[in-house]
């Protein structure tokens, strides 16, 4: 999902045009400047860290988690280093799990594991309590991942929520859900797909997206950008022992 | 220790008057030819849920939990990250960490500092 | 404190494992655990749906103190921390996948053995 602005498509002259922007200032964003001004003025907590957190969340993106696992597709040698201790892997690609505090934010700290799948074990990672996710790999996390409806279900009827996502596995595939509920951090290491031999990491990197990364989506020639799921729904279908009826 | 404190879900004058008038950004955006998924502020929201928890005022886990029950049953409707932030504030505000009079005027006055540039 | 590297577990888990020396994890990875179904207080990390289910220890992780919020035990004490595997139809009892699984995260005192 790209960041930048779309510019006007429609003549010559519209490529000399600046971005467009969304010219009014919202009590939203009215909202947000005013609580924080107040928070800080409080001692809440202080500008300077307000400031550094700012600039990581600024800073992260899913580009990092893509390079990683294209490296380990491609580097047999780094993969068994990422494997020993991800973190340190991840410093190998440009990604520092230390920043901004020297020890990690305090939501993701500095312990990202990795999970292996295999042709037979699929991995799908959810946080049941809070939506934990791994930023500095993968950037902020998105909407869906940070919903109920995904961190109740998923739990519960994995493979009824992937297909959502439209992936539907073989009974005989092992789905294992991890539920990230203390300080390791998660993420997926996709199985390499056929069809990608003799790729550059830069190609591979282009098809490992964050969905991949996380367990909804397998990465495949030609996917390089992913897609919402099909069902928004906003109430969680609760957990219960009698006998659910079919999606 | 972290509190358990009970979560008030009425809802707060102030942040009914901001919900209603159609400017979330998924609806705003889309009429100005925008097509960043986030506004502007998303960064500083997000940045300010970790300051909030870092310095201990907010921690993580109590925010997201109150964050859970508002967005389902009185911000529903509202997306995000429009429901994060009101959300945000809801429980600010129920735990005393700002006032929804003081808040009130500051948006006041930050409004007319943003516009007199 | 200083912390010693271990092998890592074979076990699709890819994690620096890591305690003090000094703190001797209870568990190895493949050890039978029960978590155990304790009363809470406060806002906890144990969910509810793990609570009294027989698992498999996956993985050793990192070393750390137990979250303050625990409703007893707040002694300061650092402990070793595991990746627990179960099966979903010890989990859920109608599920209907013999094979799928699911982990989670667990501080050591929250751990029985099972033989």
Redesign the interface.
Same mark, same amino acid.
């Given at each position: 999902? =790209?960041?930048?602005?779309?510019y006007?498509s429609s003549g010559a002259d519209q490529c000399h045009k600046a971005a467009? =922007?969304?010219?009014?200032?919202?009590?939203?964003?009215?909202?947000?400047?005013?609580?924080?001004?107040?928070?800080i003025e409080?001692g809440?907590?202080?500008a300077d860290?307000?400031?550094?957190?700012?600039e990581?969340?600024?800073s992260i993106g899913p580009a990092g988690g893509s390079r990683l696992v294209a490296k380990i597709w491609t580097d047999p040698a780094f993969k068994a280093r990422a494997m020993q201790d991800p973190v340190k892997a991840c410093l190998e690609i440009g990604i520092d799990w230390s920043k901004p505090?020297g020890f990690g934010?305090?939501?993701d700290y500095t312990h990202l594991t990795i999970l292996e799948n295999t042709p037979t074990l699929h991995h799908v990672i959810t946080c049941t309590?809070?939506?934990c996710y791994p930023r500095p790999l993968l950037g @902020?996390s998105p909407?869906w991942y940070?919903?109920?409806n995904y961190r109740r279900r998923l739990p519960r009827w994995p493979r009824q929520v992937l297909a959502e996502f439209g992936l539907i596995l073989p009974p005989e595939v092992e789905v294992r859900v991890e539920d990230s509920n203390q300080k390791c951090r998660f993420m997926v290491l996709p199985v390499r797909p056929e069809g990608t031999e003799n790729w550059t990491e830069e190609q591979l990197a282009e098809i490992v997206t964050r969905d991949c990364m996380i367990g909804v989506a397998l990465p495949r020639p030609g996917r390089t950008a992913d897609v919402a799921p099909v069902h928004k729904a906003?109430?969680p279908v609760h957990s219960s022992h009698q006998e659910e009826g079919a999606r | 220790?972290?509190?358990?404190s009970e979560l008030d879900l009425a809802r707060v004058a102030l942040l009914e008057?901001?919900r209603g008038?159609g400017?979330?950004?998924e609806v705003?955006?889309p009429c100005?030819?925008?097509?960043?998924?986030?506004?502007?502020?998303?960064?500083?929201?997000?940045? @300010?849920c970790?300051?909030?928890?870092?310095?201990g005022?907010?921690p993580?886990?109590?925010r997201?939990?109150a964050e859970?029950e508002l967005?389902?049953v009185v911000y529903?409707d509202v997306p995000?990250?429009?429901s994060?932030?009101l959300a945000?504030?809801h429980t600010?505000l129920n735990r005393g960490?700002?006032a929804e009079g003081?808040?009130a005027g500051?948006?006041r006055?930050?409004?007319s500092r943003?516009?007199a540039v | 404190m200083k912390s010693k590297t271990i092998e890592k577990s074979q076990n699709n888990i890819g994690v620096l494992e890591e305690h003090p020396l000094g703190v001797q994890p209870r568990f190895k990875v493949g050890d039978r655990v029960q978590l155990r179904d304790m009363p809470y207080?406060?806002?906890t990390?144990s969910q509810m749906w793990a609570r009294g289910i027989v698992g498999t220890i996956a993985a050793l992780t990192y070393s750390d103190l137990v979250p303050?919020?625990e409703a007893f035990n707040?002694d300061g004490r650092v402990e070793q921390y595991y990746i627990v595997r179960f099966r979903q139809k010890d989990v859920w009892p109608e599920y209907p996948f013999e094979n799928d699984t699911i982990q989670t995260e667990s501080p050591e005192r929250w751990l029985e053995p099972i033989s």
């Open positions: 999902m =790209t960041d930048t602005p779309k006007g467009p =922007t969304v010219d009014e200032i919202t009590d939203f964003e009215i909202l947000e400047i005013a609580v924080r001004e107040l928070a409080r809440l907590f202080t860290d307000h400031r550094r957190f700012t990581f969340a600024e505090t934010t305090p939501s309590l809070c939506s @902020m909407e940070r919903t109920t906003r109430r | 220790m972290s509190q358990k008057a901001i008038q400017k979330e950004w705003l955006a100005y030819g925008v097509t960043n998924p986030n506004p502007p502020w998303k960064t500083s929201l997000t940045a @300010m970790d300051s909030l928890d870092a310095s005022a907010l993580t886990l109590d997201r939990r859970d967005a389902e529903n995000a990250p429009e994060q932030l945000l504030v600010m960490l700002v003081e808040l500051r948006m006055t930050v409004r943003l516009e | 207080f406060f806002y990390r303050e919020d707040v």
